[in-house]
């Protein structure tokens, strides 16, 4: 029927294409309803994130793969301010390119690399490690679908968008020589090192009134 069709190429035509299939489904209610919805996911991804991405820069600073100043905590409120600070620069510098569907083409490509290794990884330790107690044991096809997903979802964006995929890529790799010179190696280094390091730390907190922890 034409009517379907011009709903076809409508939607397909569309940059946002759950907004024209809400108002053909249900009018001005389904888009206000889609567009609620969106809002509601996004702010919970963003939370989401905000808390996860902070954790990884804490626990990282807190064993010594990053500088020691972003493990501190607020000696009050408990919120580890720097990493927080660290984490909103981050996302700041990644939102100067300007454009976003380059964002999301490499942050989709890196991110589901590492959701793939670890699905793998479960399924590698449920042979090597069988005998191994286990509180909670994941129902075996769910890791392998999600690691069939993760496939699909890193090769997707090298297929469609190759330069934004293998930038990410490129980045990630570049981790491995800066974890052996300044991590791996970093008993080798001067004992300045570790003086600058430790006044930093003792700078910051001193600033935004937090302290080291180990939490």
Known sequence: PKGNATAVIEITAST??????????????????????????????GNGALFAGTRLIFVAARDGQLPLLFS????????????????????????????????????????????GLCFASLLIMRITRRKDT???????PIPILMLLAAI??????????????LAAFGIIFLGIPIYFIFIFSYKFKPAMFSKVNVWLANFSNNLFDTKLSSY
């Open 134 to 140: 286990r509180p909670y044991k994941v129902f075996l």
């Open 152 to 165: 699909f979802l890193v090769t997707l964006p090298l297929i469609d968008a190759p330069v934004d995929s």
């Open 72 to 115: 501190g905590v607020h000696r009050q409120h408990k919120t580890p301010i720097q990493a927080v600070l660290l984490f909103a620069f981050l996302g700041i510098i990644m939102l100067i390119p300007g454009d976003i569907g380059q964002l999301i083409n490499s942050f989709n490509a890196a991110t589901w690399i590492f959701y």
């Open 16 to 45: 946002a294409v759950a907004l024209p299939f809400g108002f053909k489904a249900l009018g001005n209610a389904g888009v206000v309803m889609i567009s609620l919805s969106v809002a509601v996911s996004t702010l919970g991804s």
